[in-house]
């Protein structure tokens, strides 16, 4: 390719360009406020006019720069020197303000965030125990940073938040939880520009081993609760593992004692996917003591209240809060553990099995997490003798234990 040039007085220049087939081209090159422009065209008129546009666009901003009031300009000097030590420019930054702040400046506050988060979540229908701890955590959240926007609020500001000494370790992951759930949702409609939530340092959590009931208390509950109407609440989740809130939403036709088996249903279970538990002989010998055809399996009227009683009649309580009464009658309250009839059920089940993924079928979690929370906890001596745990008949108060533990 050949090129010839032809000056010009005028800026920018137009370069005539001639290829090698002898096509002739002219090309008008030059920068722009620091930006390279290179435009080619097929008549140098064009090429002319270009350079002309370019020509009257270079000097009116120019004249601009004279038009503005001295105190601009004066501002505009002391910006472009802030920003000369991090060389950016001032068009760099002002681009910057408008894409990050200006953006965002007519979001709703978060106090209106929250409440449409809350009002969708309640419409895609989650359960009320989800609602009411959303409300809760995101409540708190509202006292602090109700009236400003999400994209005001920074990170350090966050982990501040989130380093609350009056709140335990548990407390305050779930808190940061709950937030990051707030960021994603408003990210998503445009209101911030990403969940800084997510980045927020979480404190560690110390694992313990979950607690469960040693087969004499298990015995001792049994025979507390054996003429109560809260028998099928402590049978279900001592034998079987069924989460407490899923046990108060099962229905007794969901029941099937001819099928030995129990259907969680989507709309009871906690993850929302069906499984079916089978019940063991254990199970079986209690409900045919308490088993209903129709009805919830809990009655839902002060229910936890009812529970506390008959754990305190079975001397579980917090040590050291015992009554006079009690006191006197020699009786020394023992810790409840957390989930313990659940996670009674899942040690003495896998101890005697081996079996994990029935197990974890009969649960409605993972065999990993079997492995990590449950293994080792229960011998399978003890196993074989919970499992014998049987009343003495249709109308005893007493419990017999049986020779030999089944759990098909």
Same mark, same amino acid.
């Given at each position: 390719?050949?090129?010839? %040039?032809?000056?010009?007085?005028?800026?920018?220049?137009?370069?005539?360009?001639?290829?090698?087939?002898?096509?002739?081209?002219?090309?008008?090159?030059?920068?722009?406020?620091?930006?390279?422009?290179?435009?080619?065209?097929? %008549?140098?008129?064009?090429?002319? /006019?270009?350079?002309?546009?370019?020509?009257?666009?270079?000097?009116?901003?120019?004249?601009?720069?004279?038009?503005?009031?001295?105190?601009?300009?004066?501002?505009?000097?002391?910006?472009? /020197?802030?920003?000369?030590?991090?060389?950016?420019?001032?068009?760099?930054?002002?681009?910057?303000?408008?894409?990050?702040?200006?953006?965002?400046?007519?979001?709703?506050?978060?106090?209106?965030?929250?409440?449409?988060?809350?009002?969708?979540?309640?419409?895609?229908?989650?359960?009320?125990? %989800?609602? #009411?701890?959303?409300?809760?955590? *995101?409540?708190?959240?509202?006292?602090?940073?109700?009236?400003? #926007? @999400?994209?005001?609020?920074?990170?350090?500001?966050?982990?501040?938040?989130?380093?609350?000494?009056?709140?335990?370790?548990?407390?305050?992951?779930?808190?940061?939880? #709950?937030?990051?759930?707030?960021?994603?949702?408003?990210?998503?409609?445009?209101?911030?520009?990403?969940?800084?939530?997510?980045?927020?340092?979480?404190?560690?959590?110390?694992?313990?081993?979950?607690?469960?009931?040693?087969?004499?208390?298990?015995?001792?509950?049994?025979?507390?609760?054996?003429?109560?109407?809260? @028998?099928?609440?402590?049978?279900?989740?001592?034998?079987?593992?069924?989460?407490?809130?899923? @046990?108060?939403?099962?229905?007794?036709?969901?029941? #099937?004692?001819?099928?030995?088996?129990?259907?969680?249903?989507?709309?009871?279970?906690?993850?929302?996917?069906?499984?079916?538990?089978?019940?063991?002989?254990?199970?079986?010998?209690?409900?045919? *003591?308490?088993?209903?055809?129709?009805?919830?399996?809990?009655?839902?009227?002060?229910?936890?209240?009812?529970?506390?009683?008959?754990?305190?009649?079975?001397r579980f309580g917090t040590p050291g809060?015992? %009554?006079?009464?009690?006191?006197?009658?020699?009786?020394?309250?023992?810790?409840?553990?957390?989930?313990?009839?659940?996670?009674?059920?899942?040690?003495?089940?896998?101890? *005697?099995?081996?079996?994990?993924?029935?197990?974890?079928?009969?649960?409605?979690?993972s065999p990993d997490v079997l492995h990590?929370?449950?293994?080792?906890?229960?011998?399978?001596?003890?196993?074989?003798?919970?499992?014998? *745990?049987?009343?003495?008949?249709?109308?005893?108060?007493?419990?017999?234990?049986?020779?030999?533990?089944?759990?098909?």
């Amino acid at each position: 390719m050949t090129t010839t %040039t032809a000056k010009t007085k005028l800026w920018p220049p137009i370069h005539e360009i001639v290829y090698t087939s002898g096509k002739h081209v002219w090309q008008v090159a030059c920068q722009v406020n620091g930006e390279r422009v290179r435009e080619v065209f097929s %008549t140098r008129k064009q090429a002319e /006019a270009q350079a002309a546009k370019i020509r009257s666009k270079v000097k009116s901003e120019g004249q601009a720069a004279f038009n503005l009031p001295v105190e601009l300009r004066v501002e505009a000097a002391e910006c472009a /020197a802030l920003l000369k030590k991090h060389q950016a420019s001032l068009r760099e930054a002002c681009h910057y303000y408008v894409d990050h702040v200006i953006k965002y400046r007519n979001a709703p506050t978060v106090e209106e965030i929250i409440k449409q988060l809350i009002a969708d979540t309640s419409a895609a229908g989650r359960r009320a125990k %989800t609602m #009411k701890d959303l409300r809760y955590r *995101l409540g708190a959240f509202a006292k602090i940073y109700g009236g400003r #926007k @999400l994209a005001e609020i920074t990170l350090p500001e966050l982990q501040e938040w989130s380093n609350d000494p009056t709140l335990s370790a548990v407390s305050r992951r779930h808190m940061t939880t #709950k937030v990051s759930q707030l960021f994603r949702y408003a990210e998503k409609r445009g209101w911030c520009e990403k969940n800084i939530a997510a980045y927020i340092a979480r404190p560690n959590l110390v694992e313990g081993e979950p607690g469960f009931l040693s087969v004499v208390q298990a015995s001792r509950l049994l025979e507390c609760a054996v003429n109560t109407d809260l @028998l099928p609440y402590i049978v279900l989740g001592l034998f079987t593992g069924i989460r407490t809130n899923e @046990l108060e939403r099962l229905t007794w036709d969901k029941v #099937k004692l001819s099928e030995r088996v129990i259907i969680i249903d989507g709309a009871v279970a906690k993850t929302k996917a069906r499984r079916v538990v089978d019940l063991n002989d254990t199970a079986l010998a209690w409900l045919a *003591l308490c088993a209903k055809k129709t009805g919830y399996v809990i009655a839902p009227m002060n229910f936890r209240k009812r529970k506390d009683a008959l754990l305190r009649i079975a001397r579980f309580g917090t040590p050291g809060t015992e %009554t006079k009464k009690e006191k006197v009658d020699g009786i020394t309250l023992e810790p409840w553990p957390k989930n313990a009839l659940r996670h009674t059920a899942a040690s003495y089940a896998y101890a *005697l099995s081996q079996d994990a993924i029935r197990v974890s079928a009969m649960l409605g979690n993972s065999p990993d997490v079997l492995h990590r929370h449950y293994r080792g906890l229960a011998t399978k001596a003890d196993a074989e003798r919970f499992f014998a *745990l049987r009343p003495a008949d249709a109308g005893a108060d007493k419990i017999i234990p049986m020779r030999q533990a089944s759990n098909q």
